[in-house]
């Protein structure tokens, strides 16, 4: 009895079914009968790999074009052998354009020698067709071991960095040299990748943060929402809205195999006193009264480093309206500075003997 259909394994009803159609389907059936969900037996794990072996081919547009050619030939099957031509299947003067591109093919064919000499039987055409689709299998497979070649040496790339343990410890700077993904997966890995905002306050952002934990949530191979803990160590000085790409902690791509990035926005919340301008500079607002204004004032300030800072103004020093004053060594590194501006709140009103005891002194 021949072997399903990919479009029967997923149950489709129609072989133009639409890509939505087929990947609905995928995610149904793969719900449907993945292993943890049926005790693990032998017939469901079957039965998913079924399912993701169908929508590998049927998902992506060329590997679904040869499949179809495929099954419309018969190759493997009964379409050219036993009631293709003269039949109800290929005629002969369809063949015409096709052979002639075949006979272009004479070098590929000729490496074929051998495995032409083994097939010395049956129907010549059916045995072109079959040593065709075997150069594709073995080029199919020469595609897969590469890849898997490279997953091997990523992963180890990612072990020597990330270390092993409760979560990979992802560091800021390491991420600035990682190299981009190949040009013939880094689109289709795109497809895959997911994001993350990680908020942080002014103050972990001012002395960086050591292995902060941050969960992640992304789809597995059947669709299923999956979490996982990640460890980043933040630098000093990091920026609000900084990103970091992390390689390999996505989604799964469809069938299994690699999966896309994981991009982590930096977020760093306002802090109720410090704000920063710029890389390197911290500002903060200070109000006094008119008379502390002119007579000078004292206040002390917590600063982001964990110190307690006094500051005074002596009397006969006026502090203007929006006044700024610098201090070097005290802003958001150590080449930066801590500005304080000063508003001053006046009287609304004075009364007459407020007017005439400041006209008799100013």
């Known amino acids: 009895m021949p072997s399903r259909s990919?479009?029967?394994?997923?149950?489709?009803?129609?072989?133009?079914?639409?890509?939505d159609e087929i990947k609905r389907a995928f995610r149904r059936l793969s719900m449907e009968h993945h292993p943890d969900k049926n005790g693990n037996s032998d017939e469901s794990k079957?039965?998913?790999?079924?399912?993701?072996?169908?929508?590998?081919?049927?998902?992506?547009?060329?590997?679904r074009n040869n499949y179809d050619f495929?099954?419309?030939?018969?190759?493997?099957?009964?379409?050219?052998?036993?009631?293709?031509?003269?039949?109800?299947g290929i005629r002969m003067h369809h063949m015409g354009p096709m052979m002639g591109q075949m006979h272009s093919m004479g070098p590929m064919m000729g490496h074929m020698g051998p495995m032409m000499g083994q097939m010395h039987t049956g129907n010549p055409l059916d045995m072109l067709f079959a040593a065709m689709h075997n150069a594709q299998a073995q080029a199919h497979q020469a595609h897969q071991a590469h890849q898997a070649h490279q997953?091997?040496?990523?992963?180890?790339f990612m072990e020597s960095m990330f270390g092993t343990g409760m979560g990979p410890k992802?560091?800021?700077?390491?991420?600035?040299?990682?190299?981009?993904a190949a040009?013939?997966?880094?689109?289709?890995?795109?497809?895959?990748?997911?994001?993350?905002?990680?908020?942080?306050?002014?103050?972990?952002?001012?002395?960086?943060?050591?292995?902060?934990?941050?969960?992640?949530?992304?789809?597995?191979?059947?669709?299923?929402?999956q979490t996982e803990t990640v460890l980043i160590n933040l630098p000093a000085g990091v920026a609000n809205g900084h990103t970091i790409r992390i390689p390999g902690k996505g989604n799964v791509a469809s069938g299994g195999g690699r999966r896309g990035a994981l991009t982590i926005e930096i977020n760093v919340a306002e802090h109720p006193v410090?704000?920063?301008?710029?890389?390197?500079?911290l500002v903060i607002d200070h109000r006094v009264s008119l008379k502390e204004a002119l007579c000078g004032f004292t206040f002390e300030l917590a600063h982001l480093n964990g110190r307690t800072y006094k500051f005074n103004c002596k009397p006969g020093s006026v502090t203007s309206v929006n006044e700024t004053k610098v201090m070097p060594g005290l802003g958001f590194?150590?080449?930066?500075?801590?500005?304080?501006?000063?508003?001053?709140d006046l009287p609304t009103s004075l009364t007459q003997e407020q007017i005439d005891a400041l006209s008799a002194i100013l």
């Open 333 to 344: 590194n150590d080449g930066g500075a801590l500005k304080i501006r000063f508003s001053v």
């Open 183 to 225: 040009p013939d997966s880094e689109a289709a890995d795109q497809a895959y990748d997911t994001n993350v905002v990680m908020s942080i306050s002014l103050t972990e952002a001012y002395a960086g943060c050591n292995q902060r934990p941050v969960t992640i949530c992304y789809d597995d191979e059947a669709f299923m929402k």
């Open 170 to 180: 992802i560091i800021i700077h390491n991420f600035t040299n990682v190299p981009d």
């Open 274 to 281: 410090f704000r920063r301008e710029g890389d390197s500079d």
């Open 70 to 88: 495929e099954q419309q030939m018969g190759i493997g099957g009964h379409g050219i052998g036993g009631h293709g031509i003269g039949g109800h």
């Open 46 to 63: 079957r039965a998913f790999q079924e399912i993701n072996e169908a929508y590998d081919v049927l998902s992506d547009p060329a590997k």
């Open 6 to 19: 990919h479009y029967d394994v997923l149950q489709l009803e129609s072989r133009s079914a639409t890509p």
């Open 151 to 156: 997953a091997h040496m990523s992963n180890g």
